[in-house]
Structure formats: C-alpha cells, structure tokens
C-alpha cells in the first residue's frame, strides 16, 4: 500500500515540525473545519442517535460484508456493469491498466479518490503510456506538484493559496493570481478540456448501495459527475468495506459523511451512478467497470479487534481534532492514510507491525478522535491494543523492555516501591533547582530540552501521611 | 463518610503538598480518610506503551490494596482512567481480577467528581481573588465525564476572575511516555498550550489531572513565565482558608 519511508516517524516528525507554512496551514484549516463540524452536530437534532445509527449501519454491514459484496455484484452485472475483484493492489492495477488498454485508451480522467492512491494507480497507468490527469482542485494541485494527500478529505490541507498560484503560473507560463476566482478559472479551463478529450473516467467509491448496485459520489466541485458522463468508459474502484445495504442506509451515511467532514449539510454534487447506459436511458457511460480492492481488508475482517475500524466513512473528523494531527501534518505518517484512523489501519492492511507498528504511539492517547467519530470506532481503544500487540509480537526496543521490567520490580510491591522513591529523591539532589531538575541531562533529555522536571520531594506524601498519624 | 486516598505515584513523590491540601479540603468536608499503605502506582506507563505483561502485577496491587475501600479518591483522572478503561483490557481473560477491576472502577472518583456527586458540595466556601484559566485534561474531560464538577466547582468560588483558556479541550501533549518517544512533537503541543495560557493573562492555571499539570508546568517555567500552576485541591485548600 504505502511504499515504506526512509526515516522512521519520530525523525519524519522532527522534519515536518520546521515547516512552519505547513503547520500554520493545517492549524487554520482543522480549526475551521472543526468549527464548522461542531455547528453541524449542533444543527442537526439528535446528534448521538444519528452517530449510533451510523455505527449500527457500519457494522452491520461489515459484519455480513460477504453477502452485500455479492448482492452489490449481482445489482451491478444487471445494471449492465462488470465486477472485478482485486486481491491486492497489484492486481488492481492490472485489472485497471488491462481495461484502459483493451479500450484503447490514451487520455484519463480521474475524480478524487483514496483507494486509487491506496494502490499506486497513477504512476501504474503512466508507466504504460497513459495520460492521467486528477480532476479534483486540490488532487490536480498536487498532480502538479508531484506530491501526495495530507488529509483524506482535503487533500491539499498543507499548502496555501501561493504556492498553489505558483504551481499555476509555472503551467501558465504566465502570472496566475492566488485569489480564489483566479485560481478555479485557471484550473477549469484546463480541466475542461481534460474532461472533454478523456477516452476513460476512473473514480473511486463514497458509497456502493447494494440492493441498487449503485456508486455514490460526492464533491463540492461536480468534478465526479464530469468524469461519469463524459469519457465512454467509467471505471470505479472502491475499498472492499465502502458499501452500504440500502438506500435508506445511504441517507443516514449521507447525512454524516459532510457534516462530519466540512459542516456541510450536503456536498454541492451527489452523484450516483448505475451501471452503464440501457436502452431507453437518455445518459450514462457505455461500458462500466466496478473493481473492488482487498488489498489487506480480508485479514481485518477476520481480526475481531479490529475490524470495527472497517466501519470508517473517511469523514476525516478525526483528523481535524487530533492534536498529533495537527501539529505534523499528514506527510509524517507516512502513509497512504494519516491521522488516527490511518495509525490504526495501516499496520493492520500492512501486515507489518514492526515498521507500521510506530504509528500507534503517535497518539497521546487523548481520545478527541474517538468522541468525534460518526461510526463511534474507539480508535484510542485500538492504538492502545496496537501498542500491545506491537509488544508482545516482540518489536519492542530493548532498552525500553529493559525499563519497564525494572519498574515492575520495584513499583509491585510497597517496600521496594518506597525504596525507589527514596533513592530517585536522594539521588536527584545535586541536579535539582529550585524544585526542578533543568540540566540537559542524557538520560533525561527528550523531556528537559523542551520542559523543566518537577523533582520528587523530600518526602513523599506516604512519608508525610504516616508521620501525621504518629 | 469514610473514604482512602489514592494518592497515584506522581502526586505521592512530586506533588505531597496536593494530596496534603486534598486531605485539608476532604476532612473539612466531614470526610475520614485512610491511607491503604499496599498501593503503589495504577501501572500506566508500561501500559499505555503496550508492555502490558509488566504493567498487571503492578495494577494488581492496586486490586488488593483498596479492596475494603468503601470510596476511593484520587488527584489524577488518568489514573482513574488506567483502572476503569484499561483494567477490564487487561484483566479480560482473568474473570476474578476482573471483576476486582471492576468493583474497584465503581467506587473510584476524581476528587472534584468526589466533592460534587457524592458529597453533594457544589460551594466549599472558597475564595480566591486571582485571574484563574482552566486546562481540562482529556481524561477527565472525555472518559470520566467530570470536568462538569470542577467547573461547578470553580464558579462557586468567590471573587474569582476566571478566564477561559482557548482550545482549553486541546490535549496538552503529555501523554505518559508519548512525551518522552516523540518529544518534539509533544513540545510543540505543550508550546501550544503555554502559549494559549498566556494569552489569558491568567496568573493561575488549574487542573485536576497532576500528570498534564506537570509537564505544563515544565513547559511554562522553561519558559520562565510566573503563571502559577495548581490542581483544583490546593485552589479550593487555599480559598478555603483565606
Ligand atoms: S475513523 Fe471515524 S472520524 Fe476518522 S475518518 Fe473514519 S469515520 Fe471519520
């Protein structure tokens, strides 16, 4: 899924906390976001209800996933589309590449869409000659850009509106203004002509309704309804877990995924497709592809632990809260998917606990993404038993295994618990300070460089307490 | 009303002066207190860092220590928060432990929640003619739900100038061993949070959780700043007296 980075997450941290523009950019905009969530949850009536519906949804859906994946398949070959199933990400791309190629295409067009990431699709499809061209605003800054999303709902959350005329002018070859009307004019013109020439429309999956076998798609730029009707060919790829049973089911989906998202009550665009064009239809696609991607789902499904995070509706909610988040950004990561929800389900679609086992410690633990979640996943619960299973799978450091087996020795028993405590006040004694311990001390650096250290007292309150009663 | 201190091993090596001003505040209150002397610490740095294996016989003293407690009270949410959240996790496949754990988890408070739900107390008759700001600790705010009672508590003191601190929901960065695995971006966090300290004006900032405290506190002296950090016990101790 996501190609490994160099540096481990402690040093991609320390690198994204320089960039100052970054930082300020996500700062403002998960602060607005958030804003505009909370006016959201405040609007909408019983707010709780519509996340227990959501998460009753969610995991009813997961839990019987074979059987909508089938009755999905069925509604979408009636709708005269074809299903192809995607083990991993590999296959994916040949599914995908292999149909671009039978229809002798040249020219693509692509909506906004996170799986596609998921699997490298671009660079795939450009190795064998094809155009790509991303048709979001922000998909298409990045395009230019070469860069990745930083935020699966705002993808381009840490670049500003400079940088982003900068990135236009250079295609331009002239001065393009940073203002809003600018910058959409620009893209629109060069975009529309993308759309118009495209030989196939690839996009990914909102939400697949199974009793229907229709695709939902929702933007704010009507760039997925574009990419739907005009190019001959559509070809949507979805996680294996984006599906939902009923229409009725979308309405509430639909109803959280915005809000959750921007504050929105509903995206400027829904669109939602059903196969390709029938007799009798006045539009829709001539050929209509669905590929469902696996690519590690499989394994959380059976992992009882974990496949609630399966029940995820990429509302990015708990990125706009989290306060890791919000000080690294996306990119820190590492991953394909940031934020809580991507510490948790990397590993696991990963299958590699080692490496990807370091983004469950980039949490505090704090739990502001677990009480905003729509789908009422308990991401903190899951870090927290991700750090564990890290552990016991034996990708702890030894040092800090060394640690901890010495402060269960002295901490599981009172007698050696106060001895400790004695020899911690005592020894610290000549490097304390008023209270504090302020050196620069090796062993306690990573806490002083930034904090001064409260000194353990002369005497404990255990010490005092007992002197009291005597 | 008979109750024991869990006095949590930060509060009980740096912070004795905020259990003492817990003790003053609770037996004012009508409260007698014991000291179970077989308690050590809730486990929460090996187990929050995934060593779980390390952290149970540990929180097993915590199990036997107040088993004939009828309230227990305790200066840190995130304490509290180890037992009640993560004991059951821990204790999953030890029906007996786990239901200790659970018992435990019943009659276990955080001392505001203590002074405002069971002893019914909403005034203590504190007054503290200071700009105060408030952090509210993620534990206490979002797994015990009682941050209601320090602000119920807080309101009542006379003469207060209480002033909200922005993003005062923002965690503050500590996160047991998180602060010292990835310090830089738990400095950036506490930074943030300084500097919306700051930014009040305030000359105390409060808290109920002794762990947020003192890493805040670490940040703000580094800094040099005179904002005087206190838990709510040694507010309301003070305010009481005055
Ligand atoms: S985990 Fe929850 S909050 Fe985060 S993106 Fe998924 S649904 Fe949204």
Redesign the interface.
Known sequence: MSERPTLH??DR??KA?KDDQMRQAVRKAVDRLSANKDKAARELPNWEEWREQTKLIRQHTVNHLDYYLKLLTDNVKKAGGKVHFAPNAEAARKIIADLCKEYNAKKIIKSKSMVTEEIHLNTALEAVGMEVVESDLAEYILQLAGETPSHIIVPAIHKNRNQIAELFSKVAGKKVESDTPALTAFARKILRNKFISADVGITGCNFAVAETGSITLVTNEGNARLTTTLPRIVISVMGMERVVPTFEDLETVLSMLPRNATGQKLTSYVSVINGSRQPGDIDGCEKFHLVIVDNGRSRMLADEEYRQALNCIRCGACFNVC??Y???GGHAYGSVYGGPIGSVITPLLEDDIDFWGELP????????C??VCPAKIPLQ?LL??L??????DGY?QVV??FA??M??RF????ST?KFA?KV??LGQKPLVNNG?I?AKLPLLA??T?????????D????E??EKRKK | MKAS?F?T?I???????V??AM?RVLEKLGVTLD?P?????C?Q??L????????R??A??MLTAFKNSQYVVAPAGSCITAVK??YP?LFEKDPEKYRQAKELSAKLFEFSEFVVKILKKEDVGARFPHRVTYHSS?HAR??LNTDQYVRTLLTNVKEIDYVPLPHE???C????T???????????????KARNIMETKADVLVGVDLSCL??I???L??QKTNVRVMHVAELLDEGMRL
């Open positions: 997450l402690r941290a320390v906390l306060p890791v919000r000080q690294i410690y980039a949490s505090t633990l704090c739990a502001a677990t009480s619960d927290f038993k750090r564990h299973r890290r552990v016991s702890g800090e295994k901890f087996n402060w269960k901490f599981k028993l009172p618990y405590m911690a006040s504090y302020t990573n806490w460089n930034s904090r001064y250290m409260r000194a353990a007292a005497t404990t309150f255990r005092r307490w | 201190i006095i091993c509060c009980d090596s740096m912070y004795p002066q259990g003492e003790v000291f002397p077989e308690q050590t610490c486990g740095p090996a929050s860092s995934g060593y779980w294996e390390y952290a016989p540990v097993e003293t959240e993560y996790i993620c979002r797994f929901e923002a965690c960065g500590f996160g047991g998180f602060s010292v695995k990835l310090p830089e971006i738990s400095e950036a966090m506490v930074d943030e003192m890493n506190d670490g940040r002296k580094k």
